[in-house]
């Protein structure tokens, strides 16, 4: 079912199965990006929307780190925002900031005057995907998208938020506007992945990067039902799905039930804390992305546990519990690759 099915037996898509694998499968979220000087240099002069908006650069900028490391899959690059952007919203990424809204949502008319996405906004996506898919040969590429809880609190506090006081100020004060626009914004994750699967992606990962910021009822009453919608349109696709959310220790069982198969672990959480909270589903993570400025031992001991922690789950994809810090020694991460595909198991 899946465009690539040559890549069915990659370690990456048989760990998301929870079938047997020659080696723990390694990526890690951010691969791409500022840790890599070759990232620095194709990006110099070119604002981070236009980048997304370049197929040839998208493609270099994913294959970076997969030529680099060797890792077991490669993330598109693109930003959770890129969809709402090629729909018309007046946002931009803002270097050392991240997306800002020129005009925040806060009204049914608001929601109302975001157009749904259709493949037709996104041509240069199906482009660098198809691209991508011909030079990565026998590496699996995860497609993603924003879940809505996380987008919404952008659009709705106009940047990023500690609190997300008014996204939650929304969701308890005006349900028929909240229930609204994570409609909305759940169609348009949903499309976005489902363009990236049909050019080529074998896999998919929904990141509710702040759903951290929800108490577990909020989270299964307010945004769960949005998520699980996004997850089962991906589900029809045939690809594995992976959910992610950061300080989510408390969600972990009700972000599986949204409909994944392999639940991201943030880094707070032991791993051998997370796999019996996620049930039959694999897990992908999550070693502190700060232990890449240990020394190496120091480093991959702690890689090793969260191997170990790894093997009562169903199938584990090794991580980091978060994205690649910027300041990041790249050898250090090829390093760590290494040590995470020779463990023995
Ligand atoms: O390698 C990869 O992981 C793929 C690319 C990727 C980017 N953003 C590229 C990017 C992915 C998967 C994302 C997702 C994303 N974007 C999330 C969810 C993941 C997470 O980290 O929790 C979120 C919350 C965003 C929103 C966003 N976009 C932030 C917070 C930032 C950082 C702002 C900053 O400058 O510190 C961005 C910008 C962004 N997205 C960069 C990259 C490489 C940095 C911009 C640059 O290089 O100029």
Redesign the pocket.
Known sequence: MTARPDLHDSAFLRATRGEPVPHTPVW???????SLPE?LKV?EGV??LE??MNPELVVE??MQ?VRRYGVDAA???????LPLKAVGVDLD???????VVAEPVRTLADVEAIPDLTPDDVPFITEAVRGLVGELGATPLIG?A?APF?VAS?LVEGG?SKEHARTKAMMFGAPDVWDALMRKISGISAAYLEVQVAAGASAV?L?D??AGALTPRDYETHVMPHSARVLERAGALGVPRIH?G?GTSNLLTLMGEAGADVVGVDWRTPLASAVPLVGDRAVQGNLDPTLVFAPTDVMTARAGEVIEAGRAAKGHVFNLG???I?STDPDQLKRLTEFVQTYPL
């Open positions: 890690f979220m951010r691969q791409a990006g500022r990232y990006r604002g981070m980048s997304c900028i994913t780190p993330i598109f690059f693109s930003d959770i925002v990424i803002k270097p050392g900031v991240g997306p993603f924003g996380t952008y990023p990962q990141f990067s702040w992610f950061v978060h994205g690649v910027p």
